[in-house]
């Protein structure tokens, strides 16, 4: 299994409170991924990272920022947040599209917001 | 742009019965396909994976075979278990950028 550990697991927060996941990866991959998964939604993509300190948006990255300052470590922040961001969160990790690597996923991070 | 289309569920089976699971892509380039496993309460996991035309991915009895005329990539088991009883994402890779694309899912619920 590819080593990728997320945390925390499980989070229950206040709407307006600050949120920070972490995700970490032991297998030096250049990209990383951070998803949303909801209902009737799939999966959907809110920023990932192509290398330290770069980092993009994906489709639904409003009310979300990521730093990465080392390889193996990808934080998603949520500033302040809301209702709508009740969600289970996954990371992913990647060796890139000239690899023609899969993604691997972590377990996920169930987050709700009350 | 890219884009995954994929089969609405939810898809009841009885044991070892066929299953098809339709999965349609479009994207430019040539990009690679895979096959996702969701269990109830983890991560997603990769099934199985094909990188050009006419590749067949295969793994645990699972296949699929990336059929560029016909822009698919079909889910396919010929005997079903109770233990298939999952989430299958079909998702592609082009080879411009490094996004992955996911379809939204199909459930999977195999009764014995």
């Known amino acids: 299994d590819a080593g990728i550990t997320q945390s925390p697991r499980h989070k229950v927060t206040e709407t307006g409170t600050p949120v920070t996941l972490r995700c970490h990866q032991t297998e030096n991959h250049r990209y990383m991924y951070w998803y949303r998964q909801d209902p009737g939604h799939g999966l959907r993509l809110i920023h990932y990272?192509?290398?330290?300190?770069?980092?993009d948006k994906g489709e639904v990255s409003d009310g979300y920022s990521v730093s990465r300052s080392k390889t193996e470590d990808f934080l998603l922040t949520l500033e302040s947040a809301t209702s709508s961001q009740t969600s289970v969160y996954f990371c992913?990790?990647?060796?890139?599209?000239?690899?023609?690597?899969?993604?691997?996923f972590g377990d996920g991070t169930r987050l709700s917001i009350l | 742009g890219n884009s995954v289309t994929q089969m609405e569920g939810p898809v009841t089976l009885s044991e070892e019965a066929f299953l098809t699971i339709n999965c349609t892509y479009t994207?430019?380039?040539?990009?690679?396909l895979f096959w996702y496993v969701q269990y109830p309460g983890e991560g997603l996991q990769l099934l199985l994976k094909a990188t050009k035309a006419d590749d067949k991915g295969s793994n645990k009895g699972f296949e699929a075979t990336y059929r560029k005329e016909t822009t698919s990539f079909h889910l396919e088991k010929g005997s079903v278990q109770v233990s298939d009883s999952a989430v299958y994402f079909c998702a592609l890779l082009a080879n411009t950028g490094n996004q992955f694309y996911f379809g939204t899912g199909t459930s999977l619920t195999v009764i014995p």
């Open positions: 994207a430019t380039g040539y990009p690679s």
């Open positions: 992913a990790i990647s060796g890139g599209a000239l690899s023609n690597q899969p993604q691997h």
């Open positions: 990272s192509y290398g330290v300190k770069d980092t």
